[in-house]
């Protein structure tokens, strides 16, 4: 019988601790989740999916003890993004603020 390496059992069970918290269309995105994982103290691995069901998809993947945690920080960033799109679109609401509204004299 073969004996199998600590070492190599010891990254073998890491690995497999590690699940999917969400799926990136591209190397970019994969990364900037990656960053932003991080930058909160989240370990996190990216995978590219080799399975047809994935549609080629990259998997961001975090510690499973951390996954409530990876998605909080996820789902936070991307509301603060929709907020952001939202006030550039009013922007483009073309608003004149060098209008007589802000030359009331009193």
């Known amino acids: 019988m073969a004996k199998r390496s600590r070492k190599t059992q010891k990254v ?6 590690f699940v999917i918290v969400t799926f990136a269309e591209d190397w970019e995105q ?33 510690p499973e003890d ?11 960033q991307d509301a603060y993004d929709d907020f952001y799109d939202f006030s550039l679109e009013d922007e483009d609401n073309d608003i004149d603020f060098d209008s007589d509204f802000f030359d009331d004299e009193f």
Do not use: F, P
């Open 12 to 17: 073998r069970t890491k690995l497999q601790e």
């Open 30 to 62: 994969a990364k900037d989740y990656e960053s932003l994982l991080r930058n909160n103290h989240i370990t996190t691995i990216i995978k590219e999916q080799t399975e047809k069901s994935a549609n080629g998809k990259i998997a961001v993947m975090v």
């Open 66 to 76: 951390l996954l409530d945690e990876a998605h909080v920080v996820i789902e936070s």
